[in-house]
């Protein structure tokens, strides 16, 4: 009985003798950011030609990964290396915006280097970046990987198929959830707890869109939950915190709780839904 149970184990091991392991994964992800942003490394350059190697190295191990990888989608893997950086400038441009966003956002911020070396939201947003930029050229598995690890470390949990805009800023982070169809606009700012998740959670559900869309300038505060792939909140919104939605709302909107005073014949307090409609 034991023998069979260890032919079965071995088994599984043989079927995958080459899945690339998330710490080498990780590891990647990591020497990449470092690349990009030199606050986030303790790695050293002498010349121009050393760092130019270094960046050669890092394209042989992504190649490497994805040729290990055995959910990787119809490209080459050299192509689709080749083609992650080529679209890497344009990552970076991004992350230099989401950055300035949180050091806009934040009056606690002191500088911008304490935002990449100590801000959640900018490695989980940076997690989110990469990996939607691999999830995008169909490679599997490796995104979730990066984005799960953000998750276990930050608290923040973005599918790496969900479309994000530029500027975009997570402030505490922790709780967040930002499902595999939320669509998020440009400037837009989100802080702890919030979900932006699926009215439905059934199998049959996943190939239609199931999580909110966010207009451009929104601002969502903590613990608000917007759910519905038909739920749309308008531009320039602002989500109060707690709310509940499953409603779209209109550009200009006000969303927020207010408690009553408690009620005399229940003993309960009641909440109350306002909004407010600004053109």
């Not at 900018?122 to 999830?135: G, K, M």
């Not at 969502?220 to 792939?229: D, E, F, M, R």
Request: contains cysteine.
């Amino acid at each position: 009985m034991e023998q069979e149970f260890l032919n079965k184990l071995f088994k599984t091991h043989q079927d995958c003798p080459g899945c690339p392991s998330p710490k080498v994964v990780v590891s990647f992800f990591d020497d990449i950011l470092g690349t990009l942003f030199p606050d986030f490394t303790k790695q050293q350059f002498n010349d121009q030609e050393q760092f130019n190697h270094h960046f050669h190295l890092l394209k042989a191990r992504l190649k490497e990964i994805l040729a290990r990888n055995p959910l990787k989608g119809i490209m080459n893997t050299d192509i689709a290396a080749e083609e992650f950086f080529r679209i890497l400038p344009n990552i970076y441009e991004k992350l230099k915006e989401d950055i300035e966003a949180m050091f806009e956002g934040d009056p606690a911020a002191k500088s911008k280097t304490e935002v990449i070396r100590t801000y959640p939201g900018f490695y989980a947003i940076a997690s989110y970046r990469i990996a939607h930029a691999l999830y995008k050229l169909d490679i599997q598995l490796i995104p979730r990987i990066l984005t799960e690890n953000a998750h276990s470390r930050t608290g923040i949990d973005i599918h790496p198929a969900a479309a994000i805009g530029h500027h975009f800023c997570i402030d505490h982070g922790t709780g967040v959830v930002i499902g595999e169809t939320t669509n998020i606009g440009n400037y837009v700012k989100i802080y702890q707890g919030v979900t932006l998740g699926a009215l439905s959670v059934n199998k049959e559900d996943a190939a239609i869109k199931r999580h909110p869309s966010i207009g451009d300038h929104v601002v969502i505060y903590a613990g608000a939950t917007i759910l519905g792939g038909k739920t749309h909140i308008g531009n320039y919104s602002v989500i109060g915190g707690n709310v509940w939605l499953t409603r779209s709302v209109p550009d200009y909107s006000k969303i927020y709780y207010q408690a009553n005073m408690m009620n005399s014949q229940t003993g309960e307090t009641d909440l109350i839904i306002f909004k407010e409609h600004e053109e």
